[in-house]
């Protein structure tokens, strides 16, 4: 599952771990991004000491072998900035794929409380894009999942060819050891949630220094969400 941040994506994980034939992995690739990039996110040196540093040794291990805990199935959230270009797609390019989206000016509203001075690199929908051309699969949009969290999830997993489990729809509250050591930083609201919550609009208008850059995220969102699932 190909997501930027902020899109509801730890929530869709959540729901895919409640299934009792599901593994999830989260972010596999973050401490190979932040390596790379040497950019500075909240909790660096945690997730750098948390994960592999290089990008081979995560493919391999999503890719080889059983999934894990005997399970029948294995969720990958993945943030698409963290593909970075140097990662063979070749090796990806078997499994099912598909796509998480926002409007970017929620999107943005909600990053912007953690890091106030995004780029459009770091919200990852020109990444997004490039990897939808490159491999297709079903595309949800988060407002439509949070209207609707049956008839999408229905909806997702028939374009998966998965069979919907109604377990999806709820899970306990507080952290799971499969959430990446960042959860402290980015997961409250996911942790406190027993569901998907009701979609709210954003507080009030995007402060005036992202407006240029939620801008520039509309032309790859509406492509995207042109190609959205939708129920029944």
């Known amino acids: ?41 909240p909790g660096r040196a945690e997730v750098l000491a948390s994960q592999p540093n290089d990008w081979r040794e995560v493919i391999a291990g999503l890719t080889g072998g059983p999934v894990p805990d005997g399970k029948r199935l294995f969720y990958g959230k993945h943030m698409t900035h963290h593909l970075l270009p140097e990662v063979d797609r070749a090796a990806l390019a078997p499994l099912r794929h598909a796509y998480l989206i926002r409007d970017p000016a929620g999107l943005l509203a909600s990053y912007a409380k953690v890091r106030s001075a995004p780029t459009l690199s770091d919200l990852g929908l020109p990444q997004q894009v490039d990897i939808f051309e490159r491999v297709p699969g079903p595309v949800v949009d988060s407002a439509d999942l949070l209207a609707d969290p049956q008839a999408m999830l229905r909806a997702l997993c028939g374009a998966l060819d998965v069979p919907f489990d109604a377990a999806m729809l709820s899970w306990p509250a507080g952290p799971r050891p499969s959430d990446g050591v960042w959860g402290r930083y980015w997961y409250a609201s996911v942790w406190r949630s027993t569901g998907f919550g009701a979609a709210r609009p954003p507080a009030g208008p995007l402060p005036d220094h992202l407006r240029p850059l939620a801008a520039s995220c509309r032309p790859y969102y509406d492509l995207l969400r042109s190609h959205r699932l939708r129920p029944g």
């Open 1 to 41: 599952m190909w997501s930027g941040p902020r899109t509801v994506s730890t929530a869709l994980m959540r729901a895919w771990e409640n299934r009792p034939d599901t593994a999830v992995v989260d972010e596999p690739l973050y401490a190979f991004y932040l390596a790379r990039t040497g950019i500075d996110h």
